[in-house]
């Protein structure tokens, strides 16, 4: 992976342009070369008309934007300098242009062709230089000199010398010139003048020309400075005073733990002899934290100038502003006030360091980290590769994400509705009258007040009016100077209510040859917890990983005395001589790809390098590097040699390359060839996964047999569909003696779907619970059981608070509108997680109420958000399946059912129990009911579902509807039955009934444990949680037999193994199975069958159309994928729906293209997941089609390559998908890239397609 920079703002007098650093991660330069593109793009108002030809029907523009664009290689430092002339953006009319430029910087690697973009805007500047007042008098006496220095410099704050600078006193409509000036060798030119014919307020100004004009638009220009000059008088409180006090602002942030003197300049104008308290107020988070007084000794003169200073304690509890605010009370009774706003260094009262021992490193050598923190602090530390976070940046830490979580960093403003009224100035007829006659002013002592968010209480004058009254009438300040007459004084009072500030905080040595083989190559190495106990320093030992990279690590630690953060250590995994491989994360069997292997030497004499990869069964190797396989290398020097790989096998397999440095009598430029002492040797090791054509398949079989002593049976004859691709099945078979056996070995994988919002987080963490629970109870919890479950529960909770609003309330991406239905969810499961992990119980009486406050008059709850799954709907309406769902939560929280809230919603539930149209509904209140203590109203509800019940067998299930074949919903409606008939305390009858739905839910689990979604896998395992508790025997073994058409398995269940999950690979993947349970002890067992076919094109009520975009005519490795998703059912809308986009091999998405894509129509979240793109889609309005686009880019050539899969699924109805096809639309001329892929001529590449 390459790093490179980019400016962020342009001049528009500059012709030249540097693309800096372009580096590996481990700090090296990249040779290669970089296309630089940069445009001026047309104002988004601007209409060009378009040129239509035969070859472009739909017109393309006549006016194209001016651009720049050309191709250089990176020197010896990894930078490429390019020049230009501006006149290239200025051919078009500058008034329809942006004044931005648009810059792609792309760089490909010399050998391998890998290459890396960049793109960033870069604002025009037309400001060249700045002429400015420096050392300049603010008051004189009349008849007195002026005395300042003027100061000129360049855009990047570098003098000029020798410019002419003219001097002018006046507005600028009206100045009058005073001197000619001529700049030194510091850009700086010394001025006086007298003031002897001059009255009132100077207002002196600065021109680079001689004649006081405006900026010209949108041309070079130099910023001119000005500067008012005050008179000096007495003061009374009737007269606007010149007297100010000034803080002396800070260039720097000041830094934490030390002492800083803050200096004040005060200047005091036509003041009585005596002496002034000068007071100063510390302001950090809108609160005081510290406040003091100088004193000032005016003397008998007219002016009074001097500075004063105290002292200031730097603590991390004022980071990251300060904000100071100084006043003074004059002898005139007049008051004046200044407040500067401070910057503190982003310290926090934990001081973490991180170290690493040494600094730097070999791969797989060990090395100390170091954590020190205070006594007792809980670190988490992670070290991430650098090549991550520049494909990803921003996901990290920092002391700027932290300040900005604060409630309030600065106070500034106060509240209108506790803002004094202010009286209007009373205007005598003939008087004139002007609030600023200067045109500029000092904010007064009150704006200074308000602007830190504090309200004075005085009997002085402390408010300049901000309005007159004349002859009965008001007048306020409008703009310019002039005066307007507010008609109606309730208008005025929302006009002011509009210039407050908006509240809250800011948007805020060994002889022989050492051989080093490198295998690891992680993208995250650390993610850890450590404490460092009572010492504060904590040692850890760890081995570096394989990667030839740099290691971005942060740490961050809590403690009762404060939260820290340390600053972020880099330690970088280098070696002089080394090996690394390109090659696609996976291909599909048939394709085959060009290997290539770069040999790097960094070290500073030549070396003879052999290069030779590792025989292998699974793919055979052509070469393609002629002789060069052993060669010469030279310092600093790099090879790249290549094989063609075609793989032969699927699954993972390992491609293994070897790169030594060999003893060798030949010399390589004029220099005797030497070997390394260490490290002459480097073997990489990588996997290559090769998957089969088509579409994968998943089929189980389960069963769950109980032995009473007597041998129980069951024979089955499994077979494959006729279009199953040649060689990709196979099939497995696996026991437990447990039901919830499965589920517990994948906790974290209970469904193969995408887990990006709330709804599934929870769905993850939820089960969890429940078998934590089971386990428990029937004494089978064990302390690593226990650890793994409690880490998922811990680190699932803290996810789940991603999703939680201010108010209490979940939604389903923690943004728009809270949920229902989700928030309800949350809580109930919380509640029971209480019992193994800390739960924030403010967090959880938040969420409580905010549910509270959804309920209506009737006493049923408000929907808020949508319902997940849409066939829940039914013959009632959602009000009373939400409320069902509510009530529930409440009462598996122990609520009481004498509650108001609870009382209130049973009630309302009771009324809509005369119709039972929808089954899922009626079984949701059957279990309501129970929870209840209702019997009676329970009854009812279990008698009508033991009438539409499916049974078959010993088999027994609900369904939504008869023609329902939705098996996530029919698994949700027959759990909730199986928890109504057991939550209150069962029979020996109910245990019988309950075993019928338990056998059928048992078949129905997927490979994983889990079931068809999320709502019915959290359900179903609630419930069998629940049987299998209630069922549990402590005693009994069992032996299962299993006879396939060609090989008998034998496994034992007893109480030492039960949860043990044992699974082995079956040779038949067809045929007949016959299985037998000998003992007394339960087995679950499990056939799972993986295959692949052609991929459907049957039509169902969701599809999915994919269009290629590419030309392939020119080179270019950006392939657009046109995507347009429909739903056609009977439903207005569909549920969540998710998009996954499996890349063409070779292909990888392109990041910037990722972005606009979170930001398309409909689109909530986009993950990006091995090779696969997931787009999670609200939803597919009924006959609308939604578009959405995504580019991909070629990193790594493949030949013969095989169309690639998009699924489209519904994620509450999986059953509800669509599969399709793409390719590339050049793939006959894919071979010609790179040696395989670009033709020589354009000719040759039309006449391959």
Known sequence: MVSSSLVSEWVFS??????????????????????????????????????????????????????????????????????????????????????????????????????????????????????????????????????????????????????????????????????????????????????????????????????????????????????????????????????????????????????????IQYTVVGEAKGSVDMMYLVLSRGAIVMQGHNRIDVEDQSVNEGQVSFKLAVSPDMAPDIQVTIYAILPSETVIANSADFSIEKCFSNKVSLEFSPSSAVPGEQTILQVKALPDSLCGVSAVDQSVLIKEPGKTLDADKIFNLLPVRKATYVPYNVEDRVECLLVRPRRYAMPFPDGKKRDDAHTVFQNVGMKMATNLV?????????????????????????????????????????????????????????????????????????????????????????????????????????????????????????????????????????????????????????????????????????????????????????????????????????????????????????????????????????????????????????????????????????????????????????????????????????????????PNIYILQYLKHTQQLTPAIKNKATNFLTSGYQRQLNYKHDDGAYSTFGTGTGNTWLTAFVVRSFAKAQSFVYIDPAKMEESKIWLQRKQRGNGCFEQSGKLFNNRMKGGVSDEVTLSAYITAAFLEMKTSVEDPVVNKSLSCLKESISDLSNTYTTALLAYVFTLAGDMETRAHLLNHLDTVGIQNGGFLHWSQTASEKSASLTVEISSYVLLAKLSASPTTEDLGYAAGIVRWLAGQQNYYGGFSSTQDTVVALQALALYSALVFSPGGSSTVTVQSPSDTLTFDVNQNNKLLYQEKLLQDVTGKFSLEVKGTACAAMQISQHYNIPTPTDATTLSVNVR????????????????????????????????????????????????????????????????????????????????????????????????????????YQPSDHAETEYTHPCVSVLALLHGFFWGSSKDQAKSLV
């Open 14 to 263: 500059k012709h030249s342009f540097l693309i800096n650093l372009i580096r590996y991660t481990y700090g090296q330069p990249v040779p290669g070369s970089v296309n630089l593109e940069m445009c001026r793009h047309f104002n988004s108002h601007i209409e060009r008309s378009l040129a239509y030809t035969p070859e472009n029907p739909e017109g393309v523009p006549e006016i194209s934007a001016p651009c720049y664009k050309e191709t250089k290689k990176t020197n010896k430092k990894g930078c490429a300098n390019f020049i230009f002339s501006m006149s290239t953006f200025t051919k078009v009319a500058q008034k329809v242009l942006r004044d931005q430029l648009k810059l792609s910087a792309k760089v490909e690697e010399e050998g391998t062709g890998i290459s890396h973009q960049q793109e960033k805007s870069m604002d025009i500047s037309y400001v060249v230089g700045k002429l400015s007042f420096t050392d300049t008098l603010k008051i004189y006496d009349q008849g007195s000199f002026v005395e300042g220095k003027v100061k000129a410099v360049y855009y990047n704050n570098t003098p000029i010398a020798d410019m002419p600078v003219y001097l002018f006193e006046g507005e600028r409509w009206s100045a009058r010139w005073l001197q000619n000036l001529t700049t030194d060798s510091n850009g700086v030119a010394p001025f006086n003048f007298s003031t002897a014919n001059l009255h009132g307020d100077i207002h002196i100004q600065l021109s680079n020309t001689p004649t006081l004009g405006y900026a010209p638009y949108r041309a070079a220009h130099y910023e001119t400075g000005d500067q008012i000059v005050s008179l000096a008088q007495v003061s009374s409180p009737d007269t606007k005073t010149v007297s100010f006090l000034e803080m002396k602002k800070k260039d720097k942030p000041l830094p934490c733990d030390k002492e800083e003197d803050i200096f």
């Open 1108 to 1211: 290629t975009e590419f030309d392939c005519a020119i080179k270019n490795t950006k392939l657009t994928l046109n995507l347009q998703s429909r739903f056609s059912g009977k439903e207005t809308s569909t549920n969540m729906v998710i998009l996954d986009i499996k890349m063409l091999s070779g292909f990888v998405p392109d990041q910037e293209s990722l972005k606009r894509l979170k930001g398309a129509l409909l689109v909530d979240r986009v993950e990006q997941k091995e090779d696969h793109v997931l787009v999670y889609i609200q939803e597919l309005p009924k006959d609308i089609p939604i578009n959405h686009s995504l580019d991909l880019r070629l990193e790594i050539p493949v030949q013969n390559m095989k169309p690639a899969v998009v699924k489209i699924y519904d994620y």
């Open 462 to 766: 402390i408010r300049v009016p901000t309005c007159l009254k004349y002859r009965g009438r008001e007048y306020r300040q409008g703009h310019g100077y002039g005066m307007r007459r507010v008609y109606d004084s309730p208008v005025v009072a929302i006009m002011q209510r509009q210039f407050g500030s908006a509240p809250g905080a800011n948007n805020y040595p060994d002889d022989s040859p050492i051989e080093t083989v490198r295998t690891f190559f992680p993208e995250t190495w650390i993610w850890d917890l450590l404490e460092v106990g009572k010492s504060g320093t904590k040692d850890v030992s760890v081995t570096v990983p394989d990667t030839i990279t740099t290691w971005e690590t942060e740490a961050f630690c809590l403690s009762s005395q404060g939260f820290g953060l340390a600053p972020r250590k880099e330690i970088t995994v280098f070696q002089p001589f080394f090996l690394e491989l390109s090659l696609p994360y996976s291909i599909i069997r048939g394709e085959h790809f060009e290997l290539k292997a770069t040999v790097f030497n960094y070290l500073t004499s030549c070396i003879m390098v052999t290069v030779a990869p590792t025989p292998s069964l699974d793919y055979t190797l052509t070469p393609l590097s002629g002789d060069q396989y052993t060669s010469c290398l030279c310092g600093g020097e790099r090879k790249t040699l290549s094989w063609t790989m075609a793989p032969s096998a699927l699954g993972v397999m390992n491609v293994s390359v070897t790169a030594e440095a060999v003893a060798s009598q030949a010399s390589c430029d004029n220099e005797i060839v030497s070997v390394p002492e260490r490290g002459r040797i480097d073997v990489v090791k990588r996997s290559l996964i090769v998957k089969a054509e088509g579409t994968e398949m998943s089929k189980t079989y389960n069963w769950l047999l109980c032995p009473k002593g007597e041998a129980l049976k069951e024979e089955i004859e499994i077979q494959l569909p006729e279009n199953v691709i040649l060689g990709s099945a196979r099939a497995s078979l696996s026991v437990l003696g447990d039901i919830l056996g499965r589920a517990l070995n994948n906790l974290d994988g209970l469904l193969q779907m995408p887990y990006g919002c709330g709804e599934q987080n929870m769905a993850l963490l939820a």
